[in-house]
């Protein structure tokens, strides 16, 4: 991967950030920040029965996510200038990080949301290393 970030990342990042802006995945991510908190499977299938609207918006925002942090793993958007303005990534994985394990196992799918785990334990070290303690802030503020 270039060691600067380029004109192309800064753009991706741009039209990343368009895309958080339509309609369906704005209320998707609202109803996310505001209420997906499951603690186990069993409160996210409550949380988010099949064919209701919270599922389709539990699987857009983390879908979402789970595309954006590919683009970091396979070097296509530069680590650096993502991590300085993507941090609800952090957050979805966080609220996903309860039931990841068990939404693998039931799916038969030990690579689900892998990308997504990996830019965020990235992340996690990016914010330690330029503020100790600013993660586990953050952690407490939106878990």
């Given at each position: 991967?270039?060691?600067?970030?380029?004109?192309d990342?800064a753009?991706?990042?741009?039209?990343?950030?368009?895309?958080?802006?339509?309609?369906?995945?704005?209320?998707?991510?609202?109803?996310?920040?505001?209420?997906?908190?499951?603690?186990?499977?069993?409160?996210?299938?409550?949380?988010?029965?099949?064919?209701?609207?919270?599922h389709?918006?539990?699987?857009?925002?983390?879908?979402y996510?789970?595309?954006?942090?590919?683009?970091?793993?396979?070097?296509?958007?530069?680590?650096?200038?993502?991590?300085?303005?993507?941090?609800?990534?952090?957050?979805?994985?966080?609220?996903?990080?309860?039931?990841?394990?068990?939404?693998?196992e039931?799916?038969?799918?030990?690579?689900?949301?892998?990308?997504?785990?990996?830019?965020?334990?990235?992340?996690r070290?990016?914010?330690?290393?330029?503020?100790?303690?600013?993660?586990?802030?953050?952690?407490?503020?939106?878990?």
């Open positions: 991967m270039h060691s600067r970030g380029t004109y990342d753009r991706l990042i741009l039209e990343l950030y368009e895309a958080r802006r339509e309609e369906r995945l704005r209320r998707a991510r609202e109803w996310f920040v505001a209420r997906c908190r499951p603690k186990s499977l069993d409160e996210l299938t409550a949380l988010c029965p099949a064919g209701s609207d919270e389709k918006y539990f699987r857009m925002v983390t879908t996510w789970e595309m954006v942090a590919s683009f970091v793993t396979a070097g296509v958007l530069h680590r650096e200038l993502f991590f300085q303005s993507h941090r609800e990534l952090l957050l979805v994985w966080l609220r996903l990080q309860p039931v990841i394990a068990a939404l693998r039931r799916n038969a799918d030990a690579a689900a949301y892998a990308n997504l785990e990996a830019v965020a334990l990235e992340y070290e990016h914010m330690e290393r330029r503020s100790p303690g600013s993660f586990a802030a953050f952690a407490d503020r939106v878990g």
